[in-house]
T-cell receptor
């Protein structure tokens, strides 16, 4: 069973629009970690954020914000006032204590920001 | 600025040849991961090491793939014999502490098997 679902394969927006990337996860563990990574056209994945299952506080970092809701098993990522440089593939990932923290990645969402 | 390094960056080979990819994790990181990325399958975990010991390699085709960490500064991924379906980008990543910490990815090795 897929543990991390990123239902949006591709999103296309115009610069300055806000965009939300969805991530839904599945786990029976009470202790787990969620991540977002960015893969720009250059290819190298870059870590953006980590959240543990005991901390549902939302986080904001500049134009980026993350909404973690255990009730809906979601960890969504919002970019405010998108820019062309935000164009990339974004991956959500899950590591579970019961799974020896072996990471599971979603299929990724390709974000295209048009000027 | 510490980074994960991978060599080679690009490799073109013929079917049946042996391929060796190398990774130097960030100094002090004790978890190392190998991933394969293709359009069809996305990002697949091939192997996972902690303190140089293999914790999981269930995603790796055992008959032709092998992953090792001869020492803390080197991880290798070998394919023997290579097949066209192995064509993909192979990423190495390292991380501090346990697997629940963030991973730092290398630039990848783009493998083409003809």
């Amino acid at each position: 069973a897929q543990k991390v679902t990123q239902a949006q394969t591709e999103i296309s927006v115009v610069e300055k629009e806000d965009v939300t990337l969805d991530c839904v996860y599945e786990t029976r563990d009470t202790t787990y970690y969620l991540f977002w990574y960015k893969q720009p056209p250059s290819g190298e994945l870059v870590f953006l954020i980590r959240r543990n299952s005991f901390d549902e506080q939302n986080e904001i970092s500049g134009r980026y914000s993350w909404n973690f809701q255990k009730s809906t098993s979601s960890f969504n990522f919002t970019i405010t006032a998108s820019q062309v440089v935000d164009s990339a593939v974004y991956f959500c990932a899950l590591s579970e204590a019961g799974g020896s923290y072996i990471p599971t990645f979603g299929r990724g969402t390709s974000l295209i920001v048009h000027p | 600025d510490a980074r994960v390094t991978q060599t080679p960056r690009d490799k073109v080979t013929e079917m049946g040849q042996e391929v060796t990819m190398r990774c130097q994790p960030i100094l002090g990181h004790n978890t190392v991961f190998w991933y394969r990325q293709t359009m069809m399958q996305g990002l697949e975990l091939l192997a996972y090491f902690r303190n140089r010991a293999p914790l999981d390699d269930s995603g790796m085709p055992k008959d032709r793939f092998s992953a090792e960490m001869p020492d803390a500064t080197l991880a290798t991924l070998k394919i023997q014999p290579s097949e066209p379906r192995d064509s993909a980008v192979y990423f190495c990543a390292s991380g501090p502490g346990q697997g629940y910490n963030e991973q730092f990815f290398g630039p990848g090795t783009r493998l083409t098997v003809l």
